[in-house]
């Protein structure tokens, strides 16, 4: 059985900082891509940043120079730390492992919220 499960979120002033996490179990983790979707009140998921089990990673320009992402295999687990947090960051954040050969798994998502 597949199993995402993510961690990190909560409330934080604007300029503030948070770390996700999302740990996956069922699958062979180095074999896939992980993302970080988010999805704000109204609006459709968006995808944050994703990173390869070779490291490669692709942020999205609204995250770029805030967020970082790394993986650790070891640990079946992707990091996404967020730096000086905006109110547009608000949203509940998703981790997606797809493996670009039909497996593909979501975790059941984190709130963060932006707000002074």
């Known amino acids: 059985q597949v199993q995402l499960v993510e961690s990190g979120g909560g409330l934080v002033q604007p300029g503030g900082s948070l770390r996700l996490s999302c740990a996956a179990s069922?699958?062979?983790?180095?074999?896939?891509?992980m993302d970080w979707y988010r999805q704000a009140p109204g609006k459709q998921r968006e995808l944050v940043a994703s990173?390869?089990?070779?490291?490669?990673?692709h942020y999205e320009a609204f995250v770029k120079g805030r967020f970082t992402l790394s993986r650790d295999n070891a640990k079946n687990t992707v990091y996404l730390q967020m730096n000086n947090l905006k109110p547009e960051d608000t949203a509940v954040y998703y981790c997606?492992?797809?493996?670009?050969?039909?497996?593909?798994?979501w975790g059941q998502g984190t709130q963060v919220t932006v707000s002074s």
């Open positions: 997606n492992a797809d493996n670009r050969r039909g497996g593909d798994y």
């Open positions: 069922g699958i062979i983790f180095s074999d896939y891509v």
């Open positions: 990173i390869t089990g070779a490291n490669t990673i």
